[in-house]
């Protein structure tokens, strides 16, 4: 299995222990705008950036039905399907907000994923460096953040 | 299938027994649980963590015994330094027990196994 890519270095060891202990096929952290922070388990710049889409969206469609039916926000997501399952969270460091979405099979648990997303969730809030990190909030432009994000993990398009 | 409440309740009262739980095969989620027994206010509650490992754990020893020709497990006790944990299996569910050194192994584990009889 390979090793993350990130795009920011400091979340590597967390991504890497996650990885590890949950026994994840693959992953992706993110910024809610979508802006991909580290992957694992893609070769494919295009399937990180349907996943970063797609789980921005979810958060903000979960968020708000949970308002709905709840009166606060859901924050974590499970699909168990027939051969694989999708993990989905929220984590925080210091004031900054990420997604975390993670695919399992048999080989894991939703219970054991649970358990080591907890720890890297201690983890990046402990090792999230204090300056805020430029761009990590909506700024509008949300396919260029996209882009550049995908740069940082998979090469320059030309260059994947 | 009987309710779950009383099987727990049951096990947690045998002594020795910390903390007893009825726990998803497959997910490791807690079904069902008692009260951690000496617990002080403020302690990491140990139970999320054991139920979804012990469970995981019996998944493989399930192959392991598998591999080894031996069929389904019947009972699996891991012995630590301070204690024990026992699992044992009854279709969709493992029943698992933090169990102190020195409790009565043999009750703890009769309990156990009848009630995940009951419940196959």
């Known amino acids: ?160 | 299938m009987k309710a779950l409440a009383p099987v727990v309740a049951n096990l947690a009262r045998v002594a020795g027994v910390v903390v007893a739980m009825v726990v998803g095969a497959t997910d490791g989620l807690i079904v069902e649980t008692s009260t951690v027994m000496g617990m002080a206010p403020g302690d990491a509650d140990p139970r999320k963590p054991t139920a979804a490992l012990a469970a995981y754990l019996y998944t493989k020893v399930i192959r392991a015994s598998d591999a080894a020709r031996l069929g389904t497990p019947a009972f699996m006790r891991l012995e630590a330094e301070r204690g024990h944990i026992f699992v044992v299996g009854a279709r969709d569910i493992v029943f698992v027990t933090i169990v102190t050194t020195d409790a009565n192994l043999g009750r703890v584990r009769l309990e156990m196994m009848n009630a995940a009889k009951d419940h196959s």
């Open chain 1, 1 to 160: 299995m390979s090793d993350p890519t990130v795009a920011e270095q400091w979340v590597s060891g967390p991504l890497t222990r996650l990885k590890d202990d949950a026994r994840l096929i693959s992953g992706v952290l993110l910024y809610p705008s979508g802006r991909a922070v580290g992957q694992f388990g893609f070769s494919n710049a295009a399937d990180v950036m349907s996943i970063c889409a797609l789980t921005s969206a979810i958060n903000a469609s979960a968020r708000e039905l949970g308002r709905q039916l709840d009166g606060k926000p859901f924050y974590e997501m499970h699909h168990a399907g027939a051969q694989r399952q999708v993990f989905m969270a929220r984590a925080s460091a210091g004031a900054q907000e990420f997604l975390f979405v993670g695919v399992f099979d048999r080989e894991s648990s939703f219970g054991v994923v649970e358990i080591y997303f907890a720890e890297f969730q201690k983890a990046l809030e402990k090792l999230h460096p204090q300056k805020v990190v430029a761009g990590a909030g909506p700024s509008g432009d949300f396919e260029g953040e996209l882009n550049r994000s995908l740069d940082a993990l998979f090469g320059p398009i030309g260059k994947r």
